[in-house]
């Protein structure tokens, strides 16, 4: 099995800056996309930012494009987001994605953490 725990998030006002991680941990064979998945209060999750298994980003969604940024560190399975210019409508719990292989596995799987809040307020 993988385990994925996020971290980082909290409070901040408008205009900061967090950094959330994401460590995937456990029987881990390889590591595909890395994603980071945001819910706001009352809506549909939706999809934040992904990054290939070579590290390129290969999504940004226009809410957030030129504030925030995925990276990753596949020595460390780790994948980072790092949020500039906070608005209040990025409040929302944040949850990290990845799809891989556990160790034994021929088929890969869709793996989520429980998901960090961030707030930020006016």
């Known amino acids: 099995q993988v385990q994925l725990v996020e971290s980082g998030g909290g409070l901040v006002q408008a205009g900061g800056s967090l950094r959330l991680s994401c460590v995937a941990s456990g029987s881990i064979f390889s590591i595909n996309t890395m994603s980071w998945y945001r819910q706001p209060p009352g809506k549909q999750r939706e999809l934040v930012a992904s990054a290939t298994s070579g590290g390129s980003t290969n999504y940004v969604s226009s809410a957030v494009k030129g504030r925030f940024a995925i990276s990753r560190d596949n020595a460390k399975n780790t994948v980072y987001l790092q949020m500039n210019s906070l608005k209040p409508e990025d409040t929302a719990v944040y949850y990290c994605?990845?799809?891989?292989?556990?160790?034994?596995?021929?088929?890969?799987?869709?793996?989520w953490g429980r998901g960090t809040q961030v707030t930020v307020s006016s």
């Open positions: 994605y990845a799809n891989g292989y556990s160790s034994g596995s021929n088929s890969p799987r869709n793996y």
